[in-house]
């Protein structure tokens, strides 16, 4: 019997295969292909966010989806998680300051609990 195995882990590009994006306001020239966070930290930038209660500045950590301290805002979408997204030429990325701010909620308390 023959079995055919994946490779465990895939080639990136060339690191000439670059892209240009914009982080908060600033053009940069990143590495292609690599996750947001990793393409934000090759260029230099180590202050992803700030956290909500006393404003420490936060920055990758796990690479891998698990501890959210790489939250950014991507092309208006905010608590996205740079480290599980690739970035692309063009996009707009912007640190995320304390808190994301949530949409107004219309609830009425007679539904609050089904009745």
């Known amino acids: 019997m023959t079995s055919t195995l994946l490779p465990l882990f895939k080639a990136l590009p060339a690191a000439d295969a670059s892209v240009d994006i914009w982080f908060n306001d600033q053009p940069l020239r990143v590495p292609g292909s690599r996750s ?13 966010r700030a956290t909500p209660v ?3 500045p936060r920055a990758p ?7 959210f301290e ?3 805002e991507i092309d208006g ?11 692309r030429d063009g996009m707009r990325i912007r640190s995320q300051e304390g808190a994301r701010d949530l949409p107004p909620v219309a609830v009425s308390l ?3 609990h089904g009745r």
């Not at 950590?61 to 501890?67: E, I, N, P």
């Not at 608590?79 to 970035?87: A, G, H, I, N, P």
């Open 77 to 87: 979408v905010p608590s996205r998680q740079s480290c599980m997204v690739t970035v």
């Open 70 to 72: 790489c939250l950014v």
């Open 54 to 56: 006393s404003g420490a």
């Open 110 to 112: 007679e539904d609050a």
């Open 61 to 67: 950590y796990c690479m891998m989806g698990a501890c």
């Open 36 to 48: 947001v966070a990793a393409a934000l930290l090759a260029a230099g930038i180590a202050r992803f």
